[in-house]
């Protein structure tokens, strides 16, 4: 069922885009875009730093804007925790120069402005007001009741934080991830000594002998009380090859990450070419992931990064980026990236999604998304 909001007043559009974008910004530039009278979600970019050139983040901005299908129209609205400057004749809104800059970009891109808007610590006003009014926040209505939206009181980075775990977790795993490595590392005679811990010898055969069955396996069961299947995943996704076959099949199935792990798997050998359908999964395009699939396999990411002893957290941590990114979610993408970077900055995927992030490059998929 479709859920039609109508906001025919400035206030009422501002009372939607915490239920449009899943958050209520803060320190953000929002764009809705619309087509016709209606529009279909929010975009919003990190307000630029003071020195930054407004003319090309405006560029930037509407550039992603102009990727959504069908997009004729867009309203702007600037989050910030600048205050109104009193001017003789009035205040001015905080980014003026660089709210004017978007909207004449929008404009010169042949689309109709609806709204351009900012949002203070003082209440909020109209940019395209001569003499801008400062209207109280309590004038802004509470987006309550809208079918399928849950609590939007957050910022963007609202729910990004992992899973808490404690130091008898991590040295489960840790304990776990090094049994497993001396048994995987040493494929395929696969020839444990004595003492080898049976549950870490089981684990390293399922690994070994259907890692796609394995992957599957563990975005439909809890992971809370198993360090071996954790330890596991974690020397998949420190293991590029293996890494990207299991996120392209959490992106689609079973069947099309057999696939996806061949072709890797031959890549890894004869340096050939990965076919054009997984690396298009991997750059966002193609048919749209199942939503809910992809934020089973976020939660059992986000769970297995608590979990790791920290040298071993940035190949799960740039999963968690990805996935994050798949889902629309570049905000949660950039808090997981750059722990990852943190930890290794030498992290080449980590780099890779930390400059589509600072390009502002969304998954198509999310783009056309109604």
Same mark, same amino acid.
Request: proline share 9%; charged share 25%.
């Given at each position: 069922?479709? *859920?039609?909001?109508?906001?025919t ?18 320190c953000?530039?929002? +764009? ?29 901005a ?7 299908s ?5 309203? @702007?609205?600037?989050? *910030?925790?600048?205050?109104?400057? $009193?001017? /003789?004749?009035?205040?001015?809104l /905080?980014?003026l ?8 970009v ?7 402005l609806?709204d351009?808007?900012?949002? *203070? ?8 007001e ?18 399928g ?25 840790? !304990? ?18 004595r =003492? ?6 089981i *684990? ?6 259907? @890692?796609p069955?394995?992957?599957?396996? +563990?975005?439909? &069961? ?7 299947g954790?330890?596991? +995943? +974690? ?6 090859a293996? %890494? =990207? ?5 959490w ?6 990450g057999?696939?996806?792990l ?9 340096r050939?070419?990965i $076919? ?13 992931p199942?939503?809910?699939?992809l ?6 990411v %986000? ?5 790791a ?13 990805w996935?994050?990114?798949?889902l629309? !979610?570049?905000s949660?993408?950039?808090v ?18 930390s400059?589509m992030?600072s390009?502002?490059?969304? $998954? ?5 998304? &109604?």
């Amino acid at each position: 069922m479709t *859920t039609i909001i109508h906001a025919t007043e400035p206030a009422e559009l501002l009372g939607i885009v915490p239920a449009l974008a899943g958050f209520t910004p803060r320190c953000s530039v929002v +764009l809705l875009p619309f087509r016709g009278t209606r529009t279909h979600g929010a975009l919003r970019v990190d307000l630029p730093a003071p020195d930054a050139d407004p003319d090309a983040f405006a560029d930037a901005a509407v550039h992603a804007l102009l990727q959504v299908s069908g997009v004729d129209a867009a309203a @702007l609205v600037v989050y *910030t925790d600048d205050r109104p400057l $009193p001017v /003789p004749d009035g205040v001015l809104l /905080p980014h003026l120069v660089l709210a004017e800059a978007v909207g004449d970009v929008i404009l010169e891109a042949g689309l109709h402005l609806v709204d351009a808007l900012c949002v *203070t610590p003082d209440g909020w006003g109209d940019y395209r007001e001569d003499d801008p009014t400062i209207r109280p926040l309590e004038s802004i209505p509470v987006g309550d009741g809208i079918p399928g939206v849950g609590d939007v009181s957050g910022d963007q980075l609202a729910g990004a934080e992992l899973p808490g775990s404690d130091l008898a977790d991590r040295e489960r795993v840790g !304990r776990a991830l090094a049994e497993l490595e001396e048994l995987l590392d040493r494929r395929p005679s696969m020839s444990p000594a004595r =003492d080898t811990n049976p549950i870490a010898l089981i *684990t390293a055969m399922e690994v070994l002998d259907d @890692l796609p069955g394995f992957v599957e396996e +563990l975005i439909e &069961r809890p992971a809370d009380d198993d360090p071996y299947g954790c330890a596991a +995943l +974690l020397w998949c996704l420190a293991r590029p090859a293996l %890494r =990207d076959a299991v996120l392209v099949q959490w992106a689609t199935d079973r069947e099309f990450g057999c696939r996806a792990l061949e072709a890797q798997m031959e890549f890894s050998r004869q340096r050939g070419d990965i $076919p054009r359908a997984i690396g298009e999964v991997f750059l966002g395009r193609g048919a749209p992931p199942d939503p809910d699939r992809l934020g089973c396999a976020l939660e059992l990411v %986000r769970l297995v990064a608590a979990r790791a002893p920290r040298q071993a957290k940035p190949g799960a941590l740039t999963a968690a980026a990805w996935l994050a990114w798949a889902l629309g !979610r570049s905000s949660h993408a950039g808090v997981y990236v750059d722990e990852a970077l943190r930890i290794d900055p030498g992290h080449s995927m980590a780099s890779l999604i930390s400059t589509m992030l600072s390009a502002a490059v969304l $998954p198509e998929w999310v783009l056309r998304r &109604r």
